[in-house]
C-alpha cells in the first residue's frame, strides 16, 4: 500500500510540472500605442448632413501599409470622381484622385438648385451673349465688341492669362469670341459647371504636400495659388465668387499630435452664403502607432526534476 501511495504522488508530481510549463509557455499579446495614419479620396455632405462617407478609407493601426482603391464614386446629382487610390502606414500617408466633375444639372430643380438661384443673374446675363454670339456675323460683332470685354473682365482676373495678348493690346472680337466659346458650350449643356484635373495629397511625419490639376469654371480655367492653406480670391473666381468657396492645400497640425493634409475643399453656396454642398477631395493624416508591449517569445519548457520515490527503476 505504502510502494502504491508513493506511485501516485510522483505521478501527480509529474503532471502538475507539465501543467506549470504550459502556463509558463503561454505568449503575451502586443499593446498598440499612440495614434494611426489613414487617408481617404473623398467625403461629401449636403446642407450639414453627411451624403458621402469617405471612400475610399484606409487607417494603419499597427503601422502596417494599408490601401484601398475605387474605380469611380459618384456623388448623386452633384459630382462624379474618377479612379481614387489611398494608402496608409506609420508615419506616412497617400491620396490619389484622378479627377472631379460637378454638375450642372441640378441647378434648376436638383441638390444644386439653391446655388442655380445664387447663379441665375450670372447665367442669364451669359446666356444673352451666348445667344449673341450665336447669330452674330463679324460684321456684327463690332457692337458687342465692348459688352463682350465687360463680359470677359467680369468672369475674372484669374482668366488674365486668356484675355491678355501677347502684344499688350485688346483683344480683337474673334480673340474674345474664342474665350467666349467653352463658356457658351457649358451654357448649352450645363454638363459641367466645375471641372477637376488630378488631385493628390502627401504626408510624411509632420510634413505634407498636396497638388490639384486645372479647375474649370463654365469651361474656363482658373489660375490657382501656390503654398499651404490657399484660398482662391474674388477676383480668381470671378463671376463665381459668391457661389463657390475654394481652399487649397490645408495642412494642420491636430490636437493629438498628427498632421492633416486637405488638397481641396470645395463649398457650394446659396444665395445667402450658406454651404449647400462641401467637398473635401484627397485628405492624409500621418500619425505614429509602436507597441508598448511587444509579444514575448514562448520560453523552452525546464527540464523536469527528478521525483524520488521507492519505487525502483526494474521490477
Do not use: W
Not at 35 to 43: D, E, K, L
Not at 136 to 141: I, S
Request: net charge negative; aromatic share 0%.
Amino acid at each position: 500500500m505504502k510502494r502504491e501511495l508513493k506511485v501516485a504522488i510522483g505521478a501527480t508530481a509529474l503532471l502538475a510540472g507539465a501543467a506549470s510549463v504550459v502556463v509558463v509557455g503561454g505568449a503575451t499579446s502586443g499593446t498598440a500605442a499612440g495614434v494611426p495614419s489613414s487617408a481617404y479620396g473623398i467625403t461629401a455632405s449636403l446642407a450639414g448632413n453627411e451624403l458621402v462617407a469617405p471612400t475610399p478609407f484606409v487607417t494603419s493601426t499597427d503601422g502596417t501599409l494599408q490601401s484601398d482603391s475605387v474605380a469611380t464614386i459618384p456623388v448623386p446629382d452633384i459630382a462624379n470622381v474618377g479612379l481614387v487610390e489611398v494608402t496608409a502606414e506609420n508615419n506616412h500617408a497617400t491620396s490619389d484622385v484622378a479627377g472631379v466633375t460637378v454638375s450642372g444639372t441640378s441647378l434648376t430643380s436638383g441638390a444644386l438648385a439653391p446655388v442655380g438661384d445664387a447663379l441665375a443673374p450670372v447665367l442669364t446675363q451669359l446666356n444673352t451673349i451666348c445667344d449673341q454670339l450665336n447669330s452674330a456675323t463679324t460684321v456684327l460683332l463690332d457692337p458687342v465688341s465692348t459688352q463682350l470685354t465687360n463680359l470677359v473682365n467680369q468672369l475674372g482676373a484669374g482668366l488674365a492669362p486668356l484675355t491678355q495678348p501677347d502684344n499688350g493690346g485688346v483683344l480683337t472680337n474673334a480673340e474674345l469670341l474664342s474665350n467666349l466659346t467653352p463658356v457658351c458650350d457649358a451654357l448649352n449643356n450645363l454638363g459641367e459647371l466645375i471641372s477637376i484635373g488630378a488631385v493628390t495629397a502627401e504626408c510624411t511625419g509632420d510634413t505634407g504636400t498636396s497638388h490639384v490639376g486645372n479647375i474649370s469654371l463654365l469651361g474656363l480655367p482658373v489660375v490657382l495659388p501656390l503654398g499651404t492653406n490657399q484660398a482662391l480670391s474674388d477676383g480668381a473666381l470671378g463671376a463665381l465668387a459668391p457661389v463657390v468657396d475654394l481652399k487649397l492645400n490645408t495642412q494642420t497640425k491636430n490636437a493629438d499630435g498628427t498632421f492633416s493634409v486637405t488638397a481641396l475643399q470645395l463649398d457650394l453656396l446659396s444665395a445667402t452664403g450658406s454651404p449647400v454642398v462641401h467637398l473635401e477631395i484627397g485628405h492624409v493624416t500621418c500619425g505614429n502607432v509602436t507597441n508598448d508591449t511587444p509579444p514575448s517569445e514562448v520560453p523552452s519548457a525546464p527540464a523536469p526534476k527528478p521525483i524520488k520515490t521507492d519505487v525502483p527503476v526494474t521490477g
